[in-house]
T-cell receptor
Framework: QQKVQQSPESLTVSEGAMASLNCTFS??????FRWYRQHSGKGLEVLVS????GEKEEGRFTAHLNRASLHVSLHIREPQPSDSAVYLC??????????????FGKGTKLSVKS | GPKVLQIPSHQIIDMGQMVTLNCDPV?????FYWYKQILGQQMEFLVN????????KSKLFKDQFSVERPDGSYFTLKIQPTALEDSAVYFC?????????????FGEGSRLIVV
């Protein structure tokens, strides 16, 4: 079964400085990778979904996928205090469709200080 | 954007009793999911559901768990009887299809406390 590790567990950045979050996975059985954000007491908000090696940008959020190194990262450009939340990495297996069954990491708690 | 609504947001229940968690998915969605998140741990897949049937379930989906969506109403997760280890936040999700990462929407969760 796919195992997902996120680092760091928590991260504090200043407003406007780049924030970088990491996610490593245990094997190559996943097809689709995505980053979610969860504000305290709220549901999950999808930020970026990426299928292919390389980079995908959605507004201030950029995901980088490198399957060979079993690594996907999220970079947040010009973070604001409203970006303070838990960021979750998730992936789905090749079979069953990319929404069918997600495996999540434990999350990185991001705090953005003004 | 599209919203998935979950009712109740919080529930405290005595061990051994039955609980039903309700999910109102996005109106035109066809696939429905439940995930479980124990405090301090990662969110874990329980079950997915399509066309009135469970398509896939994990080992966390015990025999005491059941799901249904009668006549297009709420998509429900029922636990009968409840156990202490069922205490968690349960997240419902829905999607239009199985393959587009941006059409999967989550609710805000139902926090269940079993005492």
């Amino acid at each position: 079964q796919q195992k997902v590790q996120q680092s760091p567990e928590s991260l504090t950045v200043s407003e406007g400085a780049m924030a970088s979050l990491n996610c490593t996975f245990s094997d190559g059985t996943s097809d689709n990778f995505r980053w979610y954000r969860q504000h305290s007491g709220k549901g999950l908000e999808v930020l970026v979904s990426i299928f292919s090696d390389g980079e995908k940008e959605e507004g201030r959020f950029t995901a980088h996928l490198n399957r060979a190194s079993l690594h996907v990262s999220l970079h947040i450009r010009e973070p604001q205090p409203s970006d303070s939340a838990v960021y979750l990495c998730a992936m789905s297996p090749y079979s069953g469709g990319s929404n069918a069954k997600l495996t999540f990491g434990k999350g990185t708690k991001l705090s953005v200080k003004s | 954007g599209p919203k998935v609504l979950q009712i109740p947001s919080h529930q405290i229940i005595d061990m051994g009793q039955m609980v039903t968690l309700n999910c109102d998915p996005v109106s035109n969605h066809l696939y429905f999911y439940w995930y479980k998140q124990i405090l301090g741990q990662q969110m874990e897949f329980l079950v997915n559901f399509y066309n009135g049937k469970v398509m896939e379930k994990s080992k966390l989906f015990k025999d005491q768990f059941s799901v249904e969506r009668p006549d297009g109403s709420y998509f429900t997760l029922k636990i009968q009887p409840t156990a202490l280890e069922d205490s968690a936040v349960y997240f419902c999700a829905s999607s239009l299809d199985r393959n587009s990462g941006n059409t999967l929407y989550f609710g805000e969760g139902s926090r269940l406390i079993v005492v």
